[in-house]
Every structure is written in C-alpha cells, then in structure tokens.
C-alpha cells in the first residue's frame, strides 16, 4: 500500500492536500505552538480536523451498511 492508499484507507484526506501532501497545521513550520495564541490556534484546528474525520468515519460506515 502506498500513502495514497494509506490516507484513503484510513479516511485521513483531511490531513492532506490535492496532491497528498501533508499540510503544516500550525502554518509556522515549527513543531511545537511557541506562544498561547499558537496553542489556542493548533487546538481548534485539531478540533475541526478530528470532526471532519469523524464525519467522514460515520459516513463511510453508513455507505457500508446502506
């Protein structure tokens, strides 16, 4: 399996882009948040891409049984 098919199979596709690149959540290019605005920031952002990835778990395994 490739990463193509990793991130698919897994239903990660918000963690990438078009190309299936990985994209830099915190937009800083460091690893760790350096202030508490860039916590506040990478937290939400967490938040939002585990509801997306829960939304696209839930619909995936609705199509299944459908």
């Known amino acids: ?3 193509r098919g ?3 199979f897994f ?3 918000d963690w990438v882009n078009s190309s299936y ?3 830099d959540q915190s937009k800083t290019g460091t690893v760790l948040p ?3 605005k860039e916590l506040e ?3 939400f ?3 939002e891409l ?3 990835r829960c939304r696209r778990i839930e619909e995936s395994v609705s199509s299944r049984l459908a």
Do not use: K
């Open 1 to 3: 399996m490739d990463f």
């Open 6 to 8: 990793f991130v698919d």
């Open 11 to 13: 239903l990660l596709n």
């Open 21 to 23: 690149e990985v994209i």
């Open 34 to 36: 350096q202030t508490v």
């Open 41 to 43: 920031h990478w937290l």
């Open 45 to 47: 952002r967490m938040e």
């Open 50 to 52: 585990t509801d997306a």
